[in-house]
């Protein structure tokens, strides 16, 4: 079975860093763009970020754009995301995704990021 | 930056009801868009893919149709299971952008 675990949310001051990390079982990350997408307490779906299978092209969000950094690790078959200096806004549930056929097809469940003093 | 309008933002409807979904987008996309389910707690789940192909698994029920920049999702019987959110997204080129929802309720 297919398995997207993301790990690294909690709660962190504005300002601050946080490094998220979704990793795969049952499922190679070799040859799939990958994506984070997040959602805000209820509130709806934003894409945040994608990367290429060879991390090739990178794409962001304009929101989050010059404050988040998206890699991957094939070796260890990891997707990251760097998120420096948080904002409030950026509060939300962390979702990492796996780009199949066209868009997204495998979803993790989630970690929680939480941008508070 | 593609901007999807999609609308309506709610709907009431009942067991049985035909449900249609309307995602717009700012410029044409071709038929880069999917449609995604999201029950409350869960991950989204995909519905269709290239704006007409139906996923495995997913009951027949659900449809898609549209290019360019119009795409409708369609519930031909809407079942009790059906009441969920629905959202589109466009992955034509970065940035990928969803469609701010639909919440279908009874």
């Known amino acids: 079975e297919v398995q997207l675990v993301e790990s690294g949310g909690g709660l962190v001051p504005p300002g601050r860093s946080l490094r998220l990390s979704c990793a795969g079982s049952g499922i190679t990350f070799d040859g799939y763009a990958m994506h984070w997408v997040r959602q805000a307490p209820g509130k709806g779906l934003e894409w945040v970020s994608g990367i290429s299978w060879n991390s090739d092209s990178i794409g962001y969000a304009d929101s989050v754009k010059g404050r988040f950094t998206i890699s991957r690790d094939s070796a260890k078959n990891s997707l990251y995301l760097q998120m420096d200096n948080l904002r409030a806004e950026d509060t939300a549930l962390y979702y990492c995704?796996?780009?199949?056929?066209?868009?997204?097809?495998?979803w993790g469940q989630g970690t929680l990021v939480t941008v508070s003093s | 930056d593609i901007q999807m309008t999609q609308s309506p933002s709610s709907l009431s409807a009942s067991v049985g009801d035909r449900v249609t979904i309307t995602c717009r987008a700012s410029?044409?996309?071709?038929?880069?868009l999917a449609w995604y389910q999201q029950k409350p707690g869960k991950a989204p789940n995909r519905l269709i893919y290239a704006a007409s192909n139906l996923q495995s698994g997913v009951p027949s029920r659900f449809s898609g149709s549209g290019s360019g920049t119009e795409f409708t999702l369609t519930i031909s019987s809407l079942q009790p299971e059906d009441f969920a959110t629905y959202y589109c997204?466009?992955?034509?080129?970065?940035?990928?952008?969803f469609g701010q929802g639909t919440k279908v309720e009874i």
């Open positions: 997204l466009h992955h034509y080129n970065y940035p990928w952008t």
């Open positions: 995704a796996k780009r199949g056929d066209t868009s997204l097809t495998n």
């Open positions: 410029q044409g996309i071709r038929s880069d």
